[in-house]
């Protein structure tokens, strides 16, 4: 309590281990994404796709038909229902000024966006199509695919069947234009294959067989790597080395029905220099975020209901997610300001955002005159004046320095936090004082003293040294312990608290005699 004359030192509180892990840098970069609307749907939302250009408004797919929300407010701007049945795979043209979706019926609709009109309808498919997919930087060229396991190439100026390919035995549900070949496409299909096709011949390509059926396909940003997605299961594989199977994922406990490929944006750095994350969603409820150097989790986050779709906006500050039961949850990234704003100083004067701000003028007259300076910071070769900081001393730590122990253990216990209150008890201990002050409590304060600790006792953290002075304050005021009632349902309740404990403890000691010989036998 001292370390020299006249100098005292306050008792700090016990410091425990954190029981949670520390958040990662992503963990806190998703957490940022605040949750922005929540609209329902009629049915499940079956598809999310974002538009290219700015604001980068995305259509949501559900029931039978398909909506558009604005990017920058995430408000419901259009709503296109022109479809007899439901539809599928509602997706953006390049300049996001056309909107192609297909259908249960079968029929591909083009629509315009502003006038909402039917521009085109393709017809060639006899069973619903759930794939329709615009070529990257190609107004006029769009992919398909449907039920009857086909896959078409349109043109849809002129509305005709440009190439038909044939290969997929079973229901085509997915695909993928490949960034670095405007000719490459990925289609996967309930025959539990991948099909790379090159547009130049109409042949497959390559033939990868992720064995179970696709729900998903995505080229990572290079066009060399393509992750696939079929039950639980996402495999990334490595194309321009010939279909090599590098890394599989089986994260989630059920079917994982879509990908995208995101970018960890920071303060100070633009999209072509950020890390890429692979998001999944899964029938699980899950959203899980991983690493691409790694392939290992780096965020999750439980939804309420199986997760059918998702999407994120191309500048990565929007995100939509939908569900099966219709829900679509919108989160929006909070925009980090890292100067002035621009639209403040073109309102304010129509100056240049990007001129020179002079500082304002300081006043004697104004409170910023007299705290001026306050937070600058020592050069190098300036003396630093520090000025002796002010220790907080609790009331039992004046009445220990005036050697009242009982008084102190008696205020101690009227607002006891568990780090402090055990900080102060060790310090009792170390003066042999502990027990002296327990055995002179009143009757009040004897009930202070086993509220706490019934309270505690059995907590892991607190119990090395709460069980055995438990054990000690019965033992010396046992005489005592049937003059209050209160004191007697205190000691029950620690009584079967202990009874508990002690069954986990036996249970989880059951428990490792299973593990052990288990990871003896995996170790050989």
């Avoid at 963990?27 to 604001?55: L, M, N, R």
């Avoid at 849809?156 to 440009?162: A, G, R």
């Avoid at 008084?407 to 009227?414: E, G």
Wanted: net charge positive; glycine share 6%.
């Amino acid at each position: 309590m001292a370390g020299s004359a006249g100098e005292f030192i306050a008792i700090q509180p016990k410091v425990y281990p954190s029981t949670k892990p520390p958040g990662s840098v992503d963990s806190s970069y998703w957490k940022s994404f605040q949750k922005k609307d929540v609209s329902q749907h009629f049915a499940g939302v079956t598809c999310i796709d974002f538009c290219p250009e700015a604001p980068h408004d995305f259509a949501v797919t559900s029931s039978t038909r398909v909506s558009i929300y604005d990017g920058r407010s995430c408000k419901l701007k259009k709503t296109i229902s022109k479809f007899k049945d439901v539809a599928y795979s509602g997706h953006f043209r390049s300049d996001g000024q056309i909107i192609a979706a297909g259908g249960e019926t079968g029929i591909i609709q083009v629509i315009d966006v502003k006038s909402g009109m039917i521009l085109r309808q393709l017809k060639g498919h006899g069973r619903p199509v759930r794939l329709v997919k615009y070529a990257p930087q190609d107004k006029l060229h769009l992919l398909s695919g449907s039920d009857d396991s086909m896959v078409k190439w349109w043109d849809v100026t002129t509305q005709e069947e440009l190439l038909n390919l044939e290969g997929h035995k079973d229901y085509v549900r997915c695909g993928a234009a490949c960034p670095s070949s405007t000719d490459i496409w990925a289609t996967g299909s309930y025959d539990h294959t991948v099909r790379l096709w090159d547009l130049r011949n109409s042949k497959t390509v390559l033939q990868l067989k992720h064995g179970k059926p696709l729900e998903d396909v995505l080229f990572f940003p290079s066009g060399g790597l393509l992750a696939t997605a079929g039950d639980n299961i996402v495999k990334v594989w490595d194309v321009r080395g010939g279909g090599r199977l590098i890394h599989m994922m089986e994260s989630h406990q059920k079917t994982v029905m879509s990908m995208c490929i995101s970018k960890v944006v920071k303060s100070g750095h633009s999209l072509d220099d950020t890390p890429s994350r692979l998001v999944t969603a899964s029938l699980d409820g899950y959203m899980k975020v991983f690493d691409l150097n790694q392939f290992r989790i780096t965020h999750s986050a439980k939804y309420p209901a199986p997760l059918l779709s998702m999407g994120i906006s191309p500048s990565c500050n929007t995100m939509a997610i939908g569900t099966s039961s219709g829900l679509l949850f919108i989160r929006q990234r909070k925009k980090q300001v890292d100067g002035p704003k621009a639209s403040d100083s073109l309102v304010r004067g129509g100056e240049d955002p990007t001129a020179e701000t002079k500082a304002p003028v300081l006043r004697s007259n104004q409170y910023r005159y007299f705290i001026r300076g306050q937070n600058e910071k020592p050069l190098e070769g300036d003396y630093l004046v520090k000025r002796q900081k002010k220790v907080k001393v609790q009331k039992y730590d004046k009445l220990l320095r005036r050697f009242h122990h009982t008084d102190a253990l008696v205020h101690a216990l009227k607002n006891p936090s568990p780090k402090s209150m055990i900080a102060f008890m060790e310090e009792l201990v170390a003066r042999k004082m502990l027990l002296k002050s327990v055995a002179n409590l009143n009757e009040e304060d004897f009930e202070l003293l086993i509220k706490f600790l019934r309270k505690y006792a059995t907590m892991p953290r607190y119990s090395r040294f709460l069980v055995s002075l438990t054990d000690k304050v019965i033992n010396s005021r046992a005489a005592d312990l049937g003059n209050s009632q209160i004191v007697k349902q205190e000691i029950l309740h620690l009584r079967s608290d202990v009874i508990e404990e002690i069954k986990v403890q036996e249970a989880m000691q059951e428990l490792q005699g299973i593990i052990e010989p288990l990871l003896r036998a995996s170790a050989r």
